[in-house]
């Protein structure tokens, strides 16, 4: 009884020391919208998210587990998805750029964006995680008040597998 | 590094975020004689979004017909749902990504929201 028991110990010892580990490393895209936006209103014709403006820049976070899989496309808003009733026409500028990498080599991304219309587009050629901010102006017809109510605006932030 | 990354993308997830898996899927016959399938994955954890919408398109980004249960899915905080996609074997050639899109409802104060797309590319 003993014999069989000593003998069931190493059985079971012999196989916990063969147990093996097995995981995956699959490739993945997470969007995360970090920071909300928030317009800023310093003159009476102009709504900016700009923090000199008194507004503040959406961030976004891009996190990508294996490199050159995927590239981000970001768009600054050219229209409001809500405003009051506006008769004059909006003009929309904007900038996106980086404003944090978790690995230095990250940092040439905005040397490298591709610019077109209001969609920048990065490659993510590095693994790892990026915020990127998003800036947007509108600028309301000629010297014109924009009518008092809630606007808002969507940026538009794509992952796309290459 | 890699251990990193996974930490980081496992707690990203459950921050407020947007994944849909796999990167490269691959295109199966189905059932049904003709008809394709293959199965994505979707993570909601993004708080202000319930819906999400899915499309297949080609290399020029125009839409290629497919079939799901729902184009439009409802996603809870934090569910993960599969999702099969049928492609006619015929647009198997055509067809290069398959992607969701967040659906923002409108509420609340003057500022900018963000809507998030992942599109996945077809091997």
């Known amino acids: 009884m003993k014999k069989l028991f000593i003998l069931l110990f190493c059985a079971f010892s012999a196989q916990a020391a063969q147990m093996e580990v097995m995981g995956n490393v699959a490739s993945k895209c997470v969007v995360t919208p970090d920071t909300a936006g928030v317009f800023g209103n310093p003159t009476s014709d102009v709504l900016s998210t700009d923090p000199t403006d008194g507004g503040v820049d959406p961030v976004v976070r891009f996190d990508v587990i294996q490199a050159s899989s995927y590239k981000a496309r970001i768009s600054y808003p050219t229209a409001f998805s809500a405003s009051p009733t506006l008769n004059d026409t909006v003009v929309w500028t904007g900038d996106v750029a980086t404003s944090q990498v978790s690995d230095t080599s990250m940092s040439g991304y905005d040397a490298a964006k591709v610019e077109f219309d209001n969609v920048t587009e990065f490659s993510l050629t590095v693994a790892g995680s990026t915020w990127f901010k998003t800036e947007s102006q509108a600028d309301y017809g000629y010297g014109k008040a924009f009518p008092g109510g809630v606007y808002r605006a969507i940026v538009s932030a794509e992952c796309i597998a290459i | ?123």
């Open chain 2, 1 to 123: 590094m890699h251990r990193y990354l996974i930490l980081l993308l496992v707690m990203s997830g459950y921050a407020s975020a947007h994944s849909f898996v796999p990167t490269y899927p691959e295109l199966k016959p189905s059932y049904v004689e003709g008809i394709l399938y293959t199965t994505m994955s979707l993570f909601n954890a993004r708080k202000d979004v319930e819906y999400y919408e899915f499309g297949v398109f080609n290399a020029e980004w125009e839409k290629v017909p497919f079939a799901m249960q729902n184009k439009i899915m409802r996603f809870k905080h934090l569910e993960k749902k599969k999702i099969d996609i049928y492609i006619r074997e015929k647009d198997k050639q055509e067809v290069v990504y398959i992607c969701s899109k967040s659906k923002l409802i409108i509420t609340g104060a003057s500022k900018t929201s963000v809507s998030s797309r992942v599109c996945s590319k077809v091997k």
